[in-house]
């Protein structure tokens, strides 16, 4: 089984255990796969421990787990990010280790690797995941207990109506039932879930798009990044989304995409600055003439002075 089978069979699985219920064809379109192997796929789920039903006309669903297989519920918050990082780590394993032939064949298998297990061992918390899922799946208010705010400088409370996870699945986008907004709560910033009533404020509810650089908002410019090689590996080990979206030619690998704000992606090329170059962004472009100015002014004086 190659790679890009592999995450796609991961991306699958995060299609079918997400909150949207996707029909096959949708899911066949965003995989580019054809129904046949949809139908192929969905019975390695089965002989893997997992549970697909049907739900309604062309929509399957996976809904629970066979007993034996405690630790896959686990696997119903994949992110395409995660599911990139598992076909890497079961990829770069010695092709004569004995793991790598069954991590391929059967997903439960991942859990007899250290390097993987570790990883999910050290996700943000998944109990506060699985009840802000919970809370999605239902429409609840919750009650987000001694959140670490960086804005606030404090840790404070938040009455909230969880939506939509990122697809990180390390921010959760919520509406802010005091300050009337919809705001990105981090997961690992959350001390507790409380479970309130039922949501209020459901019109007020706005998408906010994530950007390859974790960054949410709408587009304010298209960027395409010229790379060295030590560059390209930073960025897919830092932003592993990124991955699928990085292209070479001959030896110069190039990064291109919308991005939401300069911050991300900026913090990336100021730290890299003799190894990456700006092909196009008109905006990001300026942005970044204006940090070096700034920077400039800000250490020359101090230096002066000195």
């Known amino acids: 089984m190659d790679q890009p089978k592999i995450e796609r069979m991961l991306r699958m699985i995060q299609l079918l255990a997400s909150n949207t219920n996707y029909t096959l064809d949708e ?121 670490s ?11 909230v109506e969880p939506y939509k996870f990122t697809k990180e699945f390390v921010d959760i986008i919520a509406y802010d039932t005091v300050a009337g907004i919809s705001k990105v709560f ?18 007020q509810h706005v998408e906010k798009p994530i950007d390859s ?3 949410s908002g709408s587009p304010i410019d298209h960027v395409k990044l010229r ?24 030896r110069t690998w190039f990064w291109e995409g919308d991005v939401n704000s300069f911050e991300g992606i900026g913090r990336f090329v100021l730290g890299l600055a003799h190894e990456v170059s700006v092909v196009d962004g008109k905006l990001f472009k300026k942005w970044l003439q204006e940090q070096v100015a700034y920077s400039g002014k800000k250490f020359g004086k101090k230096n002066n002075a000195e």
């Open 186 to 203: 981090k997961i690992s910033r959350i001390g507790g879930v409380e479970m309130l009533g039922g949501w209020e404020n459901e019109s």
């Open 149 to 159: 705010s960086a804005h606030a400088g404090k840790d404070k409370d938040y009455i």
């Open 227 to 250: 790379l060295s090689l030590r560059a390209k590996n930073l960025l897919t080990e830092e932003f592993p989304v990124t991955f699928t979206e990085v292209s070479q030619a001959k």
């Open 27 to 147: 899911i066949a379109d965003k995989l580019e796969l054809s129904r046949r192997s949809m139908f192929r796929y969905i019975d390695t789920f089965k002989s893997a421990g997992f549970v697909v039903q049907r739900i309604s006309e062309g929509v399957y669903k996976i809904t629970s787990y066979d007993k034996e297989y405690k630790d896959l519920s686990q696997l119903v918050y994949f992110s395409e990010e995660e599911a990139i990082i598992l076909s890497h780590l079961i990829e770069n394993l010695d092709s004569t280790n004995s793991l790598k032939a069954g991590l391929k064949h059967k997903l439960a298998a991942v859990y007899d690797s250290t390097s993987i297990a570790d990883y999910i061992d050290n996700k943000a918390k998944f109990d506060i995941v699985e009840a802000l899922a919970d809370a999605v799946k239902n429409k609840r208010q919750v009650r987000l207990k001694s959140y």
């Open 213 to 215: 650089y974790r960054m």
